[in-house]
């Protein structure tokens, strides 16, 4: 909306949007433009001769008796045809001199962004491997957009002057022959134009169903090893069936409009005909001769008609794509974003998002970098939840050990996080991204989970370490980021004595222990900044299992999930979640020595009690209602620092453990006859 002064509320010196912009660059060739309507009305000469030229043929010519005549009419339809065919000749060229400027200015847009984007810090230091691929991929966009502002140029163009020239030689032949062919032209005309915002946002809603199958199908391949390992095949293909259904009844959404675009077309295009042949009596009692009557026919079928279609068939799908195209070269996302941000083609190099930390490890736009809220979860409709009611936040960069009894639901939780199940209910987002539908993918970039079982595949060792890393671009791993990852875990004596990263492995002939070395090498390498490892080093010995630890939690910009077999994984992390149904708490290692009868069984049967908590731990034990009123929580909850009680929990099952920020412990809950460690 403008504002008094003649701006734009909110945009003020910002850049014009993209059909702004098409304006001004039509303005800016107008000259083009005269040159191609000059062209055109060769082609409208054509038109009119058409249909003109052969009425008089037979009325004048061989219904008169004069063959001559006949011939000479036809002969000058015929020298129109040729006419036209040079005209369109001309309409190319000029064509030419309006779409080339598009495309270059396209471009030019393109790669000034692109460039610009390398230098802002949006690519890693250096690597300019992704800033190629995505100037490659829009440029390419840049021709659709090209070629398809050209066809609707083209046919748009064409329409008019074929309908100025038939509706000029329908009224020179005899006027009232419009009363009978205009109005279902008009009415045809209108209902198409009605349909063409509908069915644009339809195609735009296919399009995107379409590519979120895509993206979904491209995850689920390059990640089945992962989804194997975790036992989600179920879910992976229920996600995968939700977006093919979801395509499908975007389809059948946009066959519904098709076909009142088929109406619209019968009833401008099909109906003149009709109501010509019905009216035809009528017609030729009113002075209309023979030769009017099908020279009139002659226009609507080999002119209109024709022109009609291809133009409904024109703005209809061309003109929905080079909306799309349109807006994401507009919008300057070199991921090829608008429509399709949510992954559609989108690379991981330039992607908008999170920024490259320097290690080309993706660092956490958000804190916390995962957050569980009300989450429930059970394998299947009547089973009992395994997780009910479960808020959790993790602080990017925080370390969290997970334990609990065999079977509680550690790596259920841990299939959570990583987006392999879908809670029954809640939500659970990694570095702020919903884990599970429209930002699933990006949610996916931005977590590595290592099973217990560790894939080892054969072939070199250095593509078993690059596997999760991107090719090129910011994350892409060089020889000695290799070699280093592999010092950091504790894979380095394996690596010597391979012969380094490019020898071969052979699965069958590593140990167990070695293989979860090379799956935490492989995670340690991949650039995403959430690290969930699920008993992953189960098969290393404590040292070598201190080791690997020690470097994810050292690893720039990491947030560490353990779900931890040994009480030292525990002690090593900054809070520790104890799950245990109803009873899950979390807290320090020390704090819950001392509060939970679990944990001290488990650290117990782990072999020893551990340390103890240093001093400034403390521990609320909240009871039933204590949660409103306990001092510690109150004035946090009050100044909406972190959520605290959520009376609104699903059922009486829902507890609440928070994790803040490292160094302070913040958590309460919706207690019941349940309980929750907080401390700070
Ligand atoms: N794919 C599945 N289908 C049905 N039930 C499952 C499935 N996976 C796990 N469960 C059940 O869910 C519950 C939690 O299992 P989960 O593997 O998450 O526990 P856990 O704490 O990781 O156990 P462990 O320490 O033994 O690995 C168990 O009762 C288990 O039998």
Request: proline content about 6%; charged content about 20%.
């Amino acid at each position: 909306m403008p504002d008094k002064k003649g701006g734009r509320i909110g945009v003020r010196g910002a850049r014009p949007g993209p059909y702004a912009e098409g304006i001004r660059f039509l303005r800016e060739r107008r000259r083009v433009l005269w040159r191609l309507a000059a062209w055109s009305v060769l082609e409208s000469g054509q038109t009119f001769l058409s249909g003109y030229a052969l009425a008089r043929a037979l009325d004048d010519g061989f219904l008169a008796g004069d063959r001559g005549i006949g011939l000479a009419w036809l002969g000058l339809a015929v020298l129109a045809v040729a006419l036209g065919a040079y005209g369109t000749g001309r309409v190319y060229r000029a064509m030419a001199a309006l779409v080339e400027p598009l495309r270059d200015a396209l471009v030019r847009r393109v790669v000034t962004h692109a460039v610009g984007g390398a230098g802002g810090g949006r690519t890693e230091g250096g690597r300019g491997g992704g800033g190629t691929t995505a100037v490659s991929r829009l440029t390419h966009q840049v021709e659709i957009a090209r070629d398809t502002f050209a066809g609707l140029v083209m046919v748009s163009r064409s329409f008019v002057f074929v309908a100025a020239g038939a509706l000029v030689g329908l009224f020179s032949l005899a006027p009232v022959l419009l009363l009978v062919v205009l109005p279902p032209l008009v009415l045809g005309l209108a209902l198409f134009l009605a349909t063409l915002r509908p069915m644009a946002r339809r195609q735009e809603a296919f399009l995107e169903a379409d590519e979120n199958i895509a993206e979904t199908l491209g995850a689920v391949a390059s990640g089945l090893r992962d989804i194997t390992a975790a036992g989600a095949e179920e879910p992976v293909g229920a996600d995968a069936g939700d977006r093919i259904d979801a395509e499908y009844r975007a389809a059948r959404a946009l066959a519904r409009w098709g076909v009142v675009r088929v109406v619209a077309i019968g009833v401008g295009g099909r109906l003149p005909v009709v109501l010509l042949l019905v009216a035809a009596p009528w017609l030729l009692g009113r002075g209309v001769t023979t030769g009017a009557l099908v020279g009139a026919l002659a226009y609507l079928q080999q002119s209109l008609l024709p022109a009609l279609q291809s133009l409904m068939q024109a703005l209809g799908t061309g003109g929905s794509r080079l909306a799309v195209v349109v807006r994401r070269l507009a919008g300057t996302a070199p991921d090829g974003g608008g429509a399709a941000s949510d992954g559609g083609g989108a690379g991981p190099a330039l992607a908008p998002g999170p920024a490259a930390v320097p290690d080309g490890t993706v660092a956490c736009p958000t804190t916390p970098a995962v957050e569980l809220r009300a989450v429930t979860f059970a394998y299947g409709d009547r089973a009992a939840p395994v997780v009910e009611g479960l808020d959790i936040d993790v602080p990017a960069g925080g370390h969290l050990a997970v334990v609990g009894p065999s079977g509680i639901g550690k790596s259920t939780l841990a299939g959570l996080i990583a987006g392999l199940l879908e809670p029954r209910s809640g939500e659970v987002r990694v570095c702020g991204e919903p884990v599970r539908g429209s930002g699933a993918v990006r949610a996916a970039a931005l977590r590595v989970l290592i099973p217990q079982e560790a894939y080892v595949f054969s072939g070199a060792l250095a593509d078993n370490l690059r596997y999760l890393c991107p090719q090129a671009g910011p994350g892409a791993r060089t020889d000695a980021e290799l070699t280093a990852a592999a010092e950091a875990v504790g894979l380095d004596v394996l690596l010597s004595r391979l012969g380094g990263p490019y020898a071969d492995v052979d699965p069958g002939a590593l140990s167990a222990g070695e293989r979860q070395l090379i799956a935490l090498a492989r995670a340690y390498l991949s650039p995403a900044p959430v690290v969930l490892l699920d008993e992953a080093t189960c098969h290393l010995d404590p040292a070598a299992e201190a080791r690997a630890e020690r470097a994810f939690a050292r690893r720039p910009g990491t947030t560490l999930i353990v779900i931890a077999h040994r009480v030292s994984s525990a002690r090593r992390a900054e809070r520790v979640l104890v799950m245990d149904g109803r009873q899950t708490v979390c807290g320090r290692h020390a704090e819950l020595l001392e509060r939970s009868p679990l944990y001290r069984d488990l650290a117990g049967s782990w072999g020893g009690p551990g340390s103890s908590g240093g001093p400034g731990d403390s521990v609320h034990l909240l009871g039933a209602g204590a949660g409103a009123s306990d001092p510690a929580l109150a004035p946090r909850d009050a100044d909406g620092v972190h959520p605290v009680a959520r009376p609104g929990l699903p059922g009486d099952g829902g507890h609440v453990v928070a994790y803040g920020p490292v160094g302070q412990m913040q958590a309460a809950g919706d207690l019941g006859d349940r309980g929750a460690f907080g401390g700070q």
